[in-house]
């Protein structure tokens, strides 16, 4: 391949259109979107689709709702308890996660004490939880980390690859266990008239990539984890 042909693979359009957080609406009342990025490119017809990646966190600039909960860490897998009612928004922390035993499995907000024994939250990006005793002290050395954001896929559509409408609703959000601090970096590859889309599926126990399967971006079939964790790079 020529200079000239490398240089004609891609161009930057004059109009640089750019997606914010800003363009997409939150999933739900109680998180807001801080970031959309690593999207997926296809074309149908006459409409250029991307995939986002939108990542959200639980918003600290309201009131903490009627019944909100905590989780408690000590057990091997976190459990759900009432959050006592002495504790305000600048008490807690809140951590999105998907709960894999509601049906159907959802995306909830715990609210985490800021002076649990225990809670390390010196890094924005996570939060660390360090268990003195119980079970998990003999993995990990009792820590356990989890992401201060959560992430799901949806779809903006345009007609002219300039001016993009983000859909209100998620395209794809976590739904399995391996998925409950969410899905993100979504790649698309059309093979035999279907776009196979692969993407990362998070949770405590590591990142792995999983499949689905559309046809015209609005209706997915999901395949489920194709990988062990941790393996997370596919080639298109």
Request: aromatic share 8%.
């Amino acid at each position: 391949m020529s200079v000239a042909e490398r240089a004609d693979l891609g161009r930057r359009l004059a109009e640089n259109p750019l997606l914010t957080a800003r363009d997409v609406a939150p999933s739900q009342p109680a998180l807001e979107v801080v970031s959309v990025f690593n999207a997926a490119t296809a074309i149908i017809d006459d409409e250029v689709i991307l995939l986002l990646r939108v990542a959200e966190r639980p918003r600290s600039d309201v009131e903490l709702p009627p019944g909100a909960f905590t989780l408690d860490f000590s057990g091997p897998h976190p459990v759900r308890k009432p959050l006592p009612h002495a504790y305000t928004k600048d008490d807690v922390i809140g951590m999105a996660y998907m709960d894999a035993s509601s049906e159907p499995p959802s995306v909830r907000v715990a609210y985490l004490p800021r002076d649990l024994p225990g809670l390390d939250l010196r890094d924005p990006r996570g939060i660390r939880y360090k268990n003195a005793s119980g079970p998990q002290l003999m993995v990990n050395e009792g820590y356990q980390d989890y992401l201060a954001q959560i992430s799901h896929l949806r779809v903006a559509r345009s007609r002219d690859g300039v001016h993009f409408t983000v859909d209100e609703d998620v395209s794809l959000g976590p739904d399995v266990a391996l998925e409950e601090y969410g899905i993100e970096d979504p790649r698309v590859t059309y093979i035999d008239g279907m776009f196979h889309v692969t993407y990362v599926s998070v949770s405590r126990w590591g990142i792995t990539t999983s499949l689905a399967t559309t046809a015209d971006f609005r209706t997915y079939d999901r395949k489920g984890v194709i990988f062990l964790p941790d393996h997370k790079d596919v080639g298109r």
